[in-house]
């Protein structure tokens, strides 16, 4: 079976056992050699990140140190230009010969068919959504006509797929975890020691 890269991407701000358990179980359950964690410079879908962009990268990197075929990507830099999902997957298939499989929230996912150019992704990928225990499959669905496929095999090949993956990922929330951090609450049950240490070092979230 050929498999690909996955392409995990997010504000990780900051980065969470959740997002860990999502990097090692993509390797574990999907078609996919190698994931390629992308912290998003500007987001165009939501609020901007609280951390600086290269604080994220460095968070990240020291999340996910020591999981193999884990890669963390500096490819959406922040500037003045926001960072379109498209642009990232047309690059990374520039690079490496494909576009990577897209792996995305369920909530991301619901409003997938307003993102830019929602449907030239389809054209280049398949996409996985990483659903919650009990998520229900959004509307939109049968506005953008997806061929959602139940099996992970079924990613390799055409592009357009859409494949609901139950992850078991712990319900971790950088929301929460900032909320805790400002109340001067624990978190070590929430991201590793070394993110907490970065998070200390940096005084980052203590406003």
């Not at 047309?90 to 619901?110: K, T, V, Y």
């Not at 797929?161 to 978190?187: C, D, H």
Request: aromatic letters at 6%; glycine letters at 6%.
């Amino acid at each position: 079976m050929v498999k690909k890269m996955a392409f995990l991407g997010g504000t990780f701000d900051p980065p969470h056992y959740g997002h860990i358990w999502l990097a090692r179980k993509a390797l574990q359950e999907l078609p996919v050699q190698t994931v390629r964690v992308i912290p998003n410079g500007v987001p165009p879908h939501r609020p901007q990140p609280r951390a600086p962009w290269v604080a994220r990268v460095v968070m990240c990197e020291l999340a996910l140190q020591n999981v193999a075929d884990v890669v963390v990507g500096r490819d959406e830099p922040p500037g003045s230009n926001v960072h379109w999902t498209l642009r990232t997957l047309q690059r990374l298939r520039r690079r490496h010969g494909r576009a990577p499989l897209l792996i995305i929230g369920a909530d991301s996912f619901a409003q997938f068919h307003r993102w830019r150019c929602w449907q030239r992704i389809l054209s280049l990928t398949n996409v996985v959504v990483a659903a919650r225990h009990g998520a229900v499959r959004p509307r939109s669905m049968v506005r953008m006509r997806c061929r959602v496929v139940t099996r992970s095999q079924q990613l390799i090949g055409n592009c357009g797929r859409v494949f609901f993956w139950r992850s078991g990922a712990p319900a971790v929330s950088s929301t929460n975890i900032r909320q805790r951090l400002k109340k001067r609450q624990s978190v070590t049950h929430l991201l590793p020691l070394s993110v907490l240490t970065e998070i200390q070092q940096q005084e980052l979230y203590a406003g």
